[in-house]
T-cell receptor, first 113, second 111 residues
């Protein structure tokens, strides 16, 4: 069983819809939670980062962490065609080991105009 | 200019050949990483280096080796390539935090 599970999709939504993405994990020692966005033929780039349970907002993006359930989510409001990409969740431990990220498999998202 | 560059961007090679992938960065970061990406498996860590004298194996280091020639350069070698090493390879850097900066990737095909 993988440490981090993520539905591969693809997830197809109409422009303006809310996109809901999630990951589950098995290692309760993970302390830091990230979402990376990867456009086709590009390297991933950090989208959001959280380290505590609860919600964090950044513009149209909301990251949610529930450590008790070992579940994290990313919501994209008012989705745009430019949001079409693969979204990868990533997690890490505390301290020096925190530099090593464990990634989910990624969910491909397609926002149709 | 890109902060993290990888060469080559695409490579086709034959089984048994030795191949080197190169990564250079201008971000001034001490920490560098090599990942491979396969469909549905996300990114898996091959090797990482926290400074020039520090090299560590990741979760899938078998069949790979690395060299940290300088703070800015980190190379990945496949000593004897095999078809299941066909994948997208990414180099990344960080300055000691959760945020890693990725290069554009190298698409490697082993026939």
């Amino acid at each position: 069983q993988k440490e981090v599970e993520q539905d591969p999709g693809p997830l197809s939504v109409p422009e303006g819809a809310i996109v809901s993405l999630n990951c589950t994990y098995s290692n309760s020692a993970f302390q830091y939670f990230m979402w990376y966005r990867q456009y086709s033929r590009k390297g991933p780039e950090l989208l959001m980062y959280t380290y505590s349970s609860g919600n964090k907002e950044d513009g149209r993006f909301t990251a949610q962490v529930d450590k008790s359930s070992k579940y994290i989510s990313l919501f994209i409001r008012d989705s745009q065609p430019s949001d079409s990409a693969t979204y990868l969740c990533a997690m890490s431990l505390r301290g020096v080991a925190g530099n090593k990220l464990t990634f989910g498999g990624g969910t491909r998202v397609l926002v149709k105009p | 200019d890109a902060d993290v560059t990888q060469t080559p961007r695409n490579r086709i090679t034959k089984t048994g050949k030795r191949i080197m992938l190169e990564c250079s960065q201008t971000k001034g970061h001490d920490r560098m990483y090599w990942y491979r990406q396969d469909p549905g498996l996300g990114l898996r860590l091959i090797y990482y280096s926290f400074d020039v004298k520090d090299i560590n194996k990741g979760e899938i280091s078998d069949g790979y080796s690395v060299s940290r020639q300088a703070q800015a350069k980190f190379s990945l070698s496949l000593e004897s390539a095999i078809p299941n090493q066909t994948a997208l390879y990414f180099c990344a850097t960080s300055e000691g935090s959760y945020e890693q900066y990725f290069g554009p990737g190298t698409r490697l095909t082993v026939t």
